[in-house]
Structures are given as C-alpha cells and as structure tokens.
C-alpha cells in the first residue's frame, strides 16, 4: 500500500510550496537549431539547465523534482541523434552523480532500463545505490519510459502478485507497481518549449497536478523560469473535486498521518512561505 495520499481517493494537504515538480524538458533541439548549432549541442546546454533546476529546488525546499529525459516514443528520432542521447547519458552520469551525492540528492531512473546496454544499466544501479539514502531531494530520470508502459507493466506485476483477487483489484493495490511508487503525485507540471500536451508522461500520475506551460525552450529556463511557475501554482484553487465552498469551509481536510522520505507527514504543510524567490515570483 502507498505511503502517499492518492489524489483521487482522498484530498491531499497543499502548500503553498509544490511538493513535487514533473517537467518535460522540451525545445533543447529548436534552441541549437536558432543558434546554428547541431541539436546535440542544445541536449549538452539541457544538461546545464538540470544541474541549475536541481539547485533551485534545493534551494526552495521542494521535495521531488521528476524530469522526463527520454521518452518510450523518442527512440523513432534519427539514430545518430539517439546515439549521442545515450552517450550524454553516460556523461551525466559520471559527471554529476557524486555531486547529487555531496549535495543530499537521490537520484532514481524510472522507465523500462531493458533497452539500454549493460553499460548504462550498470551506471544507473550504482548511482541509485550511492544516492539511495539522501532525502534533501529525490531526483527522477524518466527514460525510456511511457505513462502507457508504466500502467501495463504495473498491472501485470500485480496479476502476478494477486492473481486471487483479479476483477476485484483497487487504486490501492496498483499504486506500489508503479514506477513512482515511492513519491507523491505532482503537485506541479510543467513544459517548457511553447507545446501544450502531457506526451505519454506520468498519466496515472498526474491526475490532479496543476499544469504550467511556457514557451520558454528548456536551456533557458531559470529561477525566474521556475519562480514564475511556482506562482501560477499558488494562483490556483485546488479544489481535488470540491466546490469553492467546501475549500473556504474545510481547505485542511483529515489526510493519513504516514509519513514520507523527508521527514514531513503527508498531512503536513512545509513552511514554504519563508522562502524568499518563489515569494518574488
């Protein structure tokens, strides 16, 4: 059973800081292709611009920060393309485990690893090993990965589990095959690059997230980027099926006292407010 409250099934507590924050990082291509440069160069700056999200969720006292990096759909680009996708991979990966590791972050890959080479996979386990005991922030790389993919290979898991129990299954009983099981649905998503769809992305989980898009291309997206997000977020009115009414009458339901990786209860609310360049967005 899942330690998080299900958004469909309960009404979870809001803060006025997310959570957690999904991105689909796109316009890395148009980017390089505005500057005459090969796409690869606009992947390579989309590194750069992680490394910053990464920090800026530190620095703002978000829990989770999930990135979808390569899609189940995003092998059919060209090959050379996805070749070099793989090898800034295994770059990243040399490069900036130990500094997530130094800085309290823990790295989790979520997606169907099969299709990569034993080298990569190998590079993936040890980084998930290193990190597995920091809680400042659970960083997630969605690759290979597809919303579809993670809802069929989950119910298949549990077919195997609960075979007994077939026709008779629960939300309750899915969520802990999920690829996500161990993190709270978004409370955020945003994309970057000016498209306006979730492209396979998180679909179980993203039920009740509250949806950002920008036409900023993802290498330029900043602080200010992200601050501007977070304020769009706080404009909302997070109603989880309520109406207004019942939200002004009631806005801090009962949720279960369980409690998450970071130490904060799932019916507790972080003191967000102090924190000072979301309050400037």
């Known amino acids: 059973m899942s330690r998080f409250v299900s958004s469909t099934q309960q009404v979870p507590a809001v803060g006025r800081m997310p959570r957690h924050v999904a991105i ?11 500057r005459f440069m090969p796409r690869v160069a606009g992947h390579s700056r989309g590194v750069e611009t992680v490394r910053e999200m990464v920090r800026a969720c530190l620095d703002r006292g978000i829990g989770y920060l999930t990135l979808f990096a390569f899609s189940s759909e995003n092998w059919r680009r060209p090959e050379e393309e996805v070749s070099l996708l793989m090898q800034l991979f ?8 130990v500094k997530l590791h130094r800085n309290g972050v823990c790295l989790r890959v979520v997606g169907d690893l099969s299709r990569f080479d034993d080298k990569l996979q190998g590079m993936i386990r040890a980084a998930e090993a290193q990190t597995a005991g920091n809680t400042k922030l659970t960083l997630t790389i969605a690759a290979n990965y597809g919303g579809r993919w993670d809802i069929l290979q989950a119910a298949n898991r549990l077919s195997l589990a609960q075979p007994e129990k077939a026709g008779c299954w629960t939300e309750a009983d899915l969520e802990p095959y999920l690829s996500m099981h161990y993190a709270p649905e978004p409370d955020l998503f945003i994309r970057t ?3 306006e769809r979730i492209s396979n992305f998180l679909l179980w989980q993203l039920a009740y997230a509250e949806f950002h898009f920008t036409e900023t291309l993802w290498p330029e997206f900043n602080d200010a980027a992200l601050d501007l997000a977070i304020g769009s977020y706080r404009s909302r009115e997070r109603r989880f099926g309520r109406t207004s009414e019942q939200l002004i009458a009631d806005p801090h339901p009962p949720v279960p006292s369980s409690v998450h990786p970071q130490g904060v209860a799932v019916g507790e609310t972080r003191d967000a407010d102090a924190v000072k360049p979301a309050d400037q967005a």
């Open 193 to 195: 690059g000016g498209e």
């Open 90 to 97: 295994v770059k990243a990966l040399q490069h900036e485990v």
């Open 24 to 34: 689909i990082m796109d316009g890395n291509g148009r980017w390089a292709k505005k």
